[in-house]
């Protein structure tokens, strides 16, 4: 009877060991308070926590959409996924994070925001590629390991370096340019979010290569950032 449970336990590893790594990789990072591990599991479980609200708003946001819009035209396609799904998403994720973290007392360095903000986004990317991985097979996880995982962690860092210039900013007593600051952690994630979506579903034989651009530069851009971040931390 056990063999019938291997390859269930295969793709659960599967879905889980991507996640697992990048999570370990943001922690090493942080170079001069490590947070935590309760801390950082309640993140992870708000990250799966979010993707129930996201879907949610990405049904109200389909039905709104739907309303206006004709499908299958690339207004809709671009208003879909740099609007509908990419907001809801990254928004999701915000509001988890932000309700976990913006009053901690453990949130006192600037380079606690990408940690924080990267395991919320995981912990989102974890469930999400379990759900993919036992609907698709092995081939989606194979897949997903190299792009939609690692995407939603370079989403997660750079939501976290706006969001703990925002938390320095509030504690500077500067609260008009912290909520600024609050404002761009979700859009310019979601902006990126929405690129890869787009390009990723997008049929044309050219539009291939795109994505395989937007995410390389994507890729490197965030390894660069989560370097430089670690290097300049300091207390807020």
């Given at each position: 009877?056990?063999?019938?449970?291997?390859?269930d336990?295969?793709?659960?590893?599967?879905?889980?060991?991507?996640?697992?790594?990048?999570?370990?990789?943001?922690?090493?990072?942080?170079?001069v308070?490590?947070?935590?591990?309760?801390?950082l599991?309640?993140?992870?479980?708000?990250?799966i926590l979010?993707?129930?609200?996201?879907?949610?708003?990405?049904?109200?946001?389909?039905?709104?959409?739907?309303?206006?819009?004709p499908?299958?035209t690339?207004?809709?396609?671009?208003?879909?996924y740099?609007?509908?799904?990419?907001?809801?998403?990254?928004?999701a994720?915000?509001?988890?994070?932000k309700?976990?973290?913006?009053?901690?007392?453990?949130f006192?360095c600037?380079f606690?925001?990408v940690?924080y903000?990267?395991?919320?986004s995981?912990?989102?990317?974890?469930?999400?590629?379990?759900?993919?991985?036992?609907?698709s097979?092995?081939g989606?996880?194979?897949?997903?390991a190299?792009t939609?995982?690692?995407?939603?962690?370079?989403?997660?860092?750079f939501?976290?370096?706006?969001?703990?210039?925002?938390?320095e900013l509030?504690?500077?007593?500067?609260?008009?340019?912290?909520?600024?600051?609050?404002i761009?952690?979700?859009?310019i994630?979601?902006?990126?979010?929405?690129?890869?979506?787009?390009?990723?579903?997008?049929?044309?034989?050219?539009?291939?290569?795109y994505?395989?651009?937007?995410?390389?530069?994507l890729?490197?851009v965030?390894?660069?950032l989560i370097?430089r971040?670690?290097r300049e931390?300091?207390?807020?």
């Amino acid at each position: 009877m056990f063999i019938f449970y291997i390859p269930d336990a295969i793709l659960i590893a599967a879905a889980v060991i991507p996640a697992i790594v990048l999570l370990t990789m943001v922690y090493r990072a942080d170079r001069v308070e490590s947070e935590p591990p309760g801390l950082l599991l309640r993140l992870v479980l708000m990250g799966i926590l979010s993707t129930s609200i996201a879907k949610l708003l990405e049904r109200l946001g389909l039905l709104l959409l739907n309303s206006i819009f004709p499908g299958e035209t690339l207004l809709y396609d671009i208003l879909l996924y740099f609007g509908v799904v990419s907001f809801a998403e990254e928004g999701a994720k915000y509001v988890l994070l932000k309700r976990a973290t913006w009053y901690s007392p453990e949130f006192n360095c600037r380079f606690d925001g990408v940690v924080y903000a990267a395991f919320v986004s995981l912990g989102f990317a974890l469930w999400e590629n379990i759900g993919y991985v036992f609907m698709s097979g092995l081939g989606t996880a194979m897949l997903r390991a190299v792009t939609a995982i690692p995407g939603h962690a370079c989403f997660g860092v750079f939501m976290g370096c706006w969001y703990a210039q925002a938390k320095e900013l509030e504690r500077m007593g500067d609260e008009n340019a912290s909520k600024r600051l609050r404002i761009l952690s979700v859009v310019i994630p979601a902006i990126l979010h929405g690129a890869y979506d787009f390009l990723a579903t997008i049929m044309e034989y050219a539009s291939g290569w795109y994505f395989l651009a937007f995410v390389a530069v994507l890729f490197v851009v965030t390894y660069r950032l989560i370097g430089r971040l670690s290097r300049e931390d300091r207390y807020i």
